[in-house]
């Protein structure tokens, strides 16, 4: 649904939206450059170190609410649908803040006089699916570091922390019992090799939440390599570009302008294989 704007109207937004897609470039090399994703991630010490890995556990439950959303406007239920796709489950970081509002106020001049009042509240809903794309990226790069991590370390594929924690705290219990065994480590090694030791609940609760903080810290500073990198590739450009052109639409009347970055799909890949995996170790 599209509701028609009147020529000078539609001539003001056509001006603003090009002068914002001016501005891109400069952005993008300002704040997604080496310098500028230091200044960035200058705002993550702190809390946010606190709301990371609050926000990783809330990833999975809110990839299935985005999965409910899609079937439920797919049944025709849109209400309910956009009501479920606009739930934000996660804790808002410092981080997040600082860039909503480097793209609100910096980016778009949401300051300025020019600026047509009928963006605002649609700018801000745009500018948090940009966010969640980049926030993606990070996390689908983390979960490639799980799985090297748990290839070196536990010799199995591990997307994630949830995956890697148990494989873990049964290797450390594994060589616990070794080293402690009546007999001496060599014949630990031969004994527990045959006959494994089982880690304690205590311990795979603890491992996997200490792997959880691990990756959540590292999710929240992996764009000091993927941020410079994505600069570097033109690909922070083309999302703000994109973002630009759905923006237009909406300030233009186009009420179902959406944004549909794949990234945060993407991200969701790991995750995916990540309950196969889980599936095939249990059932095995």
């Known amino acids: 649904m599209s509701t028609e704007l009147d020529p000078m109207t539609r001539q003001t937004v056509l001006a603003y939206m090009t002068a914002c897609r001016a501005r891109v470039p400069a952005f993008t090399a300002r704040h997604f450059s080496l310098r500028g994703t230091l200044r960035l991630h200058w705002e993550a010490l702190g809390l946010d170190l606190l709301r990371a890995p609050f926000n990783v556990m809330l990833v999975a439950p809110t990839f299935f609410v985005r999965l409910v959303a899609m079937g439920c406007r797919w049944l025709g239920w849109a209400r309910f649908g956009n009501w479920l796709a606009g739930l934000q489950l996660a804790v808002e970081t410092r981080l997040s803040r600082r860039m909503a509002e480097l793209v609100l106020n910096e980016l778009l001049g949401a300051d300025e006089a020019t600026a047509p009042p ?40 591990t997307p994630s922390a949830i995956s890697l924690g148990p494989l873990l705290a049964k290797q450390m219990a594994q060589q616990e019992a070794i080293a402690g065994f009546w007999l001496g480590p060599w014949a630990g090694a031969i004994y527990l090799g045959w006959y494994p030791a089982d880690a304690s609940w205590v311990q795979i609760v603890a491992t996997t939440l200490a792997a959880m903080v691990c990756f959540a810290v590292t999710a929240t500073f992996i764009g000091l390599l993927t941020d410079p990198l994505q600069e570097w590739l033109g690909l922070h450009r083309r999302r703000l570009m994109r973002f630009m052109a759905t923006l237009e639409r909406a300030a233009l009347g186009d009420a179902e302008a959406a944004l549909a970055l794949p990234d945060p ?15 095939m170790r249990l059932t095995r």
């Not at 799909?265 to 599936?279: E, K, N, P």
């Open 118 to 157: 009928a963006w605002r509240e649609r700018a801000r809903h745009l500018i948090a699916e940009y966010l969640s794309a980049r926030h993606a990226v990070a996390e689908f790069v983390t979960a490639m570091v799980a799985i090297v991590a748990g290839l070196v370390l536990v010799h199995a594929l």
């Open 265 to 279: 799909y993407i991200a969701r890949v790991a995750d995916l294989a990540d309950l196969a995996l889980m599936a």
